[in-house]
């Protein structure tokens, strides 16, 4: 069973640029979860997207957003690049929705890694 | 709010030595899942463990058990015989089971394995 697969995997981008970042999740899985990890400020939650509906969000500007597709696939989108975007992004999948059960296990991705300069 | 503790930036052990990494939760909600997750250095979150808040037995997964201890609110990961492999960044996170609550992390542990 292919696991939790993100493109691409590393990027560079400016400030002022705008970066797409894409999951596809296990096949069966609902749920995609977004967290964004930096040294400062560890793993902060940023969405979740249940059956092509946003769920969940963290506190991120609106300059964060996301989407996910029919087939369950998730794009995350950054507008407007900043310094302090330069971080690794996970996403993560799990068969049902955060919150829906306690025992639901996130399976993460490799991570997409960006740096802005 | 939830919130996880882990007061251990660093640990070190002796290759087929036990360890065992720290961690407290805040909660309000009765109900609630513990999870540990393992990163190395190839940045990729790897599931260990759960446990449940209402789960009477301490959860075991082959090398790995989860010391929970309610009253406490503490479940502390035991590594048992550590493998040079074991080394990389270990992370307790906590959700909350209603309210469709995200999963939150703690800061992380660098456990690092010594020959």
């Known amino acids: 069973k292919a696991g939790v697969t993100q493109t691409p995997r590393y990027l560079i981008k400016t400030r002022g640029q705008q970066v797409t970042l894409s999951c596809s999740p296990i096949?069966?899985?609902?749920?995609v979860s977004w967290y964004q990890q930096t040294p400062g400020q560890g793993l902060q939650f940023l969405f979740e997207?249940?059956?092509?509906?946003?769920?969940n969000k963290g506190n991120f500007p609106g300059r964060f957003s996301g989407r996910q597709f029919s087939n369950s696939r998730s794009e995350m989108n950054v507008s407007t690049l900043e310094l302090g975007d330069s971080a690794l992004y996970l996403c993560?999948?799990?068969?049902?929705?955060?919150?829906?059960?306690?025992?639901?296990?996130?399976?993460f991705g490799a991570g997409s890694r960006l740096t802005v300069l | 709010a939830q919130k996880i503790t882990q007061t251990q930036p660093g640990m070190f052990v002796q290759e087929k030595e036990a360890v065992t990494l720290d961690c407290t939760y805040d909660?309000?909600?009765?109900?609630?899942?513990l999870f540990w997750y393992k990163q190395p250095s190839s940045g990729e979150m790897i599931f260990l463990i759960y446990?449940?808040?209402?789960?009477?037995q301490n959860a075991t997964e082959g090398r790995y058990s989860l010391n929970f201890q309610k009253a406490r609110k503490s479940a502390n990961l035991v590594i048992s015989a550590s493998q040079l492999g074991d080394s990389a960044m270990y992370f307790c996170?906590?959700?909350?089971?209603?309210?469709?609550?995200?999963?939150?992390f703690g800061a992380g542990t660098r456990l690092t394995v010594k020959p």
């Open positions: 997207y249940f059956s092509e509906t946003q769920r």
């Open positions: 446990q449940g808040s209402y789960d009477e």
């Open positions: 993560a999948s799990s068969p049902l929705g955060q919150g829906r059960s306690g025992a639901n296990v996130l399976t």
């Open positions: 096949s069966g899985h609902r749920s």
């Open positions: 996170a906590m959700r909350e089971d209603h309210n469709n609550n995200d999963m939150r």
């Open positions: 909660t309000s909600d009765q109900s609630y899942g």
